[in-house]
């Protein structure tokens, strides 16, 4: 082994210019004047002045950090809001048009026949991709031809944006994918694409762009931050009879009920199109687009459900269950786990969550400590069964359900952009908290054979699990239910002193 493999910002070529590319401190800023007088008496130094980009380049790429931070410029940033505060608010109040996902029965209907009614709202905050390698991007242009290497996921969407930008033909331009050092949803398009491109047209030469860590956090495409609110009902027996359910802003995705209901609706909330949204930054897909959101709301409200019925929360599930593909991933990870379920909450600390996700069935069931005093939640164990029809690859499925499991520990528990209108003040890792190796609990990873149908997904559906399944843990832990994620030492303990 030589430890050769190379990514993007690895590409070395002869005559090549580093580039620093002059960005507004926040989403719609304009800017209003620049000086780069100071930063043009650096030795051998290219300043490039064109409409909107403002570049620095040198053979050397200190020398070009060092020129790039003695240029000046001002911005009109424009408001301070929305915030992480205030968010919420507004995208209740911005989502003005809706669609129904599905409907079944008459909600009037359901509410009649119910004993009980629970209802809720959940919260989930912006989470960036925060890939270990930020994008970076070497190119190479000729008069009639182009060749980049980029870290992105999808090189045919971003050909034709070159080809473009370059004014050239689109199969004259080539776009290579080394290595990609973490994507997750995000490293899809940017400006710096584009970006880098032109620099090495006008300069000539090739030119390499490598994002700083702060870079990467301000052009993320962020999960979008969303809110479900949720109206259930149940009868004498703890039979669902009412599900409503608005999604405001995740996607539509895993937000069907996978229960046994006479009488639910779900609607999709948003924006109309040609309407400008509510978000300060752009937003997009994340690993298990919308369903992190959706599944945490809805097997946190069939938690709810379950204690108001006072049945334990794996009878409760079963009792409701008709799907024979959902009931056999849920008796495997219950038997897996071998524990007594006990009403909730019973101070055990031990959660479910089940969802269908794009045909791949899920149940994942968790176990948490949870110190009072100063908020920390410690995962101990996760059991996770999966169905995703015809296996073909067990070892390779495992790990995949292990590593989603993993990172999706971050967005439950720490992962959270901090903000301020279009200015992400989130810069790095140092309050960013991805999963650490100390967070990760013994997991295990069960996979149930069903060769009558075709290989399904295995790459995601096992982290649209983690949000309900550890919000359940902690309610049954400590007796208090967090309803936003992440769940940070500072609202565990906001909530347990209420």
């Not at 003695?70 to 505060?85: A, C, H, L, V, Y």
């Not at 937003?283 to 006072?310: C, I, K, Y």
Request: glycine share 8%.
């Amino acid at each position: 082994m030589t430890g050769a493999a190379k990514f993007a910002a690895d590409i070395q070529l002869e005559n090549m210019l580093y580039a620093r590319v002059v960005r507004p401190p926040s989403h719609g800023a304009k800017l209003v004047s620049k000086n780069t007088e100071k930063a043009r008496s650096v030795a051998a130094v290219r300043i490039i002045e064109e409409q909107d980009l403002v570049a620095v380049l040198h053979e050397k790429p200190y020398m070009a950090d060092k020129a790039f931070a003695m240029i000046e410029t001002r911005f009109d940033k424009g408001s301070d809001q929305p915030d992480n505060d205030s968010i919420f608010d507004l995208l209740d109040k911005s989502g003005t048009h809706e669609r129904t996902i599905t409907e079944q029965g008459d909600l009037a209907r359901g509410k009649q026949i119910s004993q009980k009614i629970v209802e809720a709202t959940y919260y989930n905050h912006y989470v960036a991709h925060a890939p270990l390698e930020t994008h970076s991007i070497t190119a190479k242009v000729n008069p009639d031809s182009a060749t980049l290497w980029i870290s992105t996921q999808t090189p045919f969407r971003i050909q034709p944006a070159i080809a473009e930008a370059l004014k050239l033909p689109e199969d004259k331009v080539r776009i290579i994918t080394p290595f990609v050092g973490g994507g997750f949803g995000g490293k899809k398009g940017g400006e710096f694409f584009i970006q880098a491109a032109r620099l090495a047209q006008i300069t000539g030469r090739p030119v390499q762009l490598v994002l700083t860590r702060a870079d990467e956090f301000h052009y993320d495409h962020f999960r979008p931050a969303a809110l479900v609110k949720a109206r259930t009902g149940l009868d004498g027996q703890g039979k669902i009879m009412l599900w409503d359910f608005k999604h405001y802003f995740p996607g539509s995705r895993s937000s069907e009920p996978i229960y046994d209901i006479p009488h639910y609706r779900v609607l999709s909330k948003g924006t109309a199109r040609g309407q400008r949204s509510p978000h300060p930054f752009d937003t997009g897909a994340w690993r298990g687009p919308g369903s992190n959101t959706n599944v945490f709301a809805m097997e946190s409200q069939t938690d709810l459900m379950a204690q108001a019925a006072g049945i334990d929360p794996l009878t409760f599930r079963l009792n409701n269950l008709k799907d024979p593909r959902m009931r056999r991933v849920l008796q495997a990870a219950a038997e897996k786990f071998d524990h007594p379920f006990k009403p909730l909450p019973s101070g055990d600390g031990v959660g479910i969550a089940c969802t269908n996700y794009l045909n791949t069935y899920v149940a994942t069931i968790a176990k948490v400590l949870v110190d009072k005093q100063t908020g920390q939640i410690k995962v101990e164990r996760m059991v996770c069964v999966q169905d995703m029809g015809e296996i073909i690859n067990p070892q390779g499925a495992r790990l995949q359900i292990e590593g989603g499991l993993i990172m999706g520990l971050g967005y439950c528990l720490g992962e959270e952009i901090k903000f301020r209108g279009g200015t992400v003040l989130t810069q790095n890792f140092g309050d960013y908290d991805i999963t650490r190796f100390s967070w990760t609990p013994h997991i295990e990873a069960i996979l149930i054979e069903n060769p009558e149908l075709d290989p399904q997904g295995c790459g995601e559906p096992a982290i649209t699990t983690t949000g309900g399944v550890l919000a359940n843990a902690v309610a049954d832990a400590v007796g208090t239910r967090l309803y936003t994620l992440p769940m940070t030492p500072e609202r565990i303990r906001a909530a347990l002193s209420k």
